[in-house]
């Protein structure tokens, strides 16, 4: 089980950091932006 956590608190980081990459180099609609945070 901490095995587990460790690996989530690891990829997390990661995953959100891609995630404002992807943000920042696709140039989205205003309105998909509120539906990526819900």
Do not use: G, Q, R
């Not at 089980?1 to 690996?7: G, H």
């Not at 989530?8 to 990459?21: F, K, Q, Y």
């Not at 609609?29 to 990526?36: A, D, F, Q, R, V």
């Amino acid at each position: 089980m901490e095995t587990v956590l460790i690996f989530a608190s690891v990829l997390s980081p990661i995953i959100l950091a891609l995630v404002e990459l992807v943000k920042k180099t696709v140039k989205m609609p205003k309105n998909l932006i509120p539906l990526l945070h819900s």
